[in-house]
């Protein structure tokens, strides 16, 4: 509802290449809003690349640090907040976005999605092996946890700014 969209943050999730942090700067522009980038503030307070973190402390360590960044981004006022592809697999992250946010899905088809992350290779999860079959693994296993989003919006046919636009369209 329109009272919700000046009240809450929005959320953006979906898998690895769905278009969160281009569709968040985007759609933060249009509504007048600050974006964050969860990715980019685990990086800021670990002083670390995601790659680094995987490396150094193992994954387990980066969903702990994960969890604690955005409980404390979702303490802060309304913003566009793009989450890392599996940050609400997480169900402590899932209830705290049900009672503070709107959770927006960014959905795509694997082909297009694994287009996408060919271009900037910076995944630890894509590493090692065919990024098609990993991301339908991965889509398996957390679209169960994604359909949970209050929004489910479709980013694989058009241009990241369109999809920007259907979201103000659909909030
Ligand atoms: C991950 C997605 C990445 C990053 C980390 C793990 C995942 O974020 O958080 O590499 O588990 O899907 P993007 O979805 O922004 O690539």
Known sequence: TRTALHDHTIVLIGLMGAGKTTVGRRLAAAMDR????????????????????????????FRDGERRVIARLLDQPPMVLALGGGAFVDPDTRTLIANKAISIWLQADVETLATRVAR?????LLRDGNPVEILERLLETRQPAYAEADIHIDASAGTHQATAD??????
């Open 34 to 61: 600050p974006f964050a980038d969860a990715d980019h503030e685990i990086e800021r307070a670990a002083g670390r690349s995601v790659s680094e973190i995987f490396e150094d402390f193992g994954e387990a360590a």
């Open 120 to 124: 900037r290779d910076t995944r630890p």
């Open 166 to 171: 259907a979201i103000i369209a659909a909030l």
